[in-house]
């Protein structure tokens, strides 16, 4: 298990960031390079559940995620299935001057033979989720 958290301020007001970070159909067009194909295959008021397929560090991944939503502030996700299941991650909107500051907490739990490959490489999967995390901010002002 790897605890990260990533700390980012983007240009946009708080509702608007919020609002783009939690709409999952429109990651396929905004990260295309990290998003092929998701389907929101269940909403209850504000959860939802969503199959996830992409590539993140030229590896393809399918997830399946539980995404808990507190508008406008804090957006849970806890992924049920694949390499990663377990893991849980939070992201808090806060409103400061000038825009928003995005906080991600991650409790990252890899499985298979990524659990093994993490031993040996805790600073490439922070680089990793980190260019993640600029290209989010950055779909984010647009």
């Known amino acids: 298990m790897q605890k990260i958290q990533l700390v980012k301020t ?3 007001e708080r509702e608007k960031a919020f609002k783009a970070g939690t709409d999952f159909e429109s990651f396929t067009s905004k990260l295309p390079q990290y998003f092929k194909l998701i ?8 959860t939802s559940v969503v199959e996830i397929h992409g590539k993140i560090a030229g590896k393809e991944f399918a997830v399946m995620t539980k995404n808990v939503i507190k508008q406008p502030e ?29 906080t991600i907490d991650i ?14 490489s805790v600073n490439k999967i922070q680089k990793i989720i980190n260019e993640y995390f600029d290209d989010f901010t950055k779909a984010i002002e647009t």
């Open 10 to 12: 983007v240009n946009v």
């Open 39 to 46: 389907r929101i295959r269940s909403v209850r008021e504000f």
């Open 74 to 102: 804090i957006h849970e996700t806890f992924v049920l299935s694949g390499d990663a299941r377990g893991s849980h991650f939070i992201k808090k909107y806060e409103s400061v001057p000038g825009g928003t500051r995005i």
């Open 107 to 120: 409790d990252l739990k890899l499985r298979g033979l990524l659990r093994f490959a993490s031993v040996f």
